[in-house]
């Protein structure tokens, strides 16, 4: 049974950090282009957007607002993909999702941050982050 459990969601203040971490299960992990999308508040949940993605290569996207801010990275034996969060921002408020894809995006972490949101083949149930001014 595939899972992918996402924890390390919390509330902070403008300028501080997170760690999210997802741990997955039930499929060949280090197969598998990984990557956070993000649900902004008053957005429906297909209108994910892609935050970071990484490859098995460790090659990585990165969407611009979060570019210098965010570091995704992964860790193969242990299953487990992070995303460290630095100055945040309450434009970062959201729900948090972890993915994966094993399909035409697998080695190709740009076109999955734009396509991921309609087009992953597994999703977490989420972690919310909410950023205060």
């Known amino acids: 049974q595939v899972q992918l459990v996402e924890s390390g969601g919390g509330s902070v203040q403008a300028g501080g950090s997170l760690t999210l971490s997802c741990a997955a299960s039930?499929?060949?992990?280090?197969?598998?282009?990984m990557g956070w999308f993000r649900q902004a508040p008053g957005k429906e949940r297909e209108e994910r957007e892609g935050?970071?993605?990484?490859?098995?290569?460790?090659?990585?996207a990165y969407e611009d607002s979060v570019k210098g801010r965010f570091t995704i990275s992964r860790d193969n034996a242990a299953n487990i993909l992070y995303l460290q969060m630095n100055s945040l921002e309450p434009e970062d408020t959201a729900i948090y999702y972890c993915a994966a894809d094993v399909g035409e995006h697998r080695l190709r972490p740009g076109s999955f941050l734009v396509a991921g949101g309609d087009e992953a083949d597994y999703w977490g149930q989420g972690t919310q982050v909410t950023v205060s001014s």
């Open positions: 935050v970071a993605t990484i490859d098995n290569h460790s090659s990585r």
């Open positions: 039930g499929f060949t992990y280090s197969d598998y282009v």
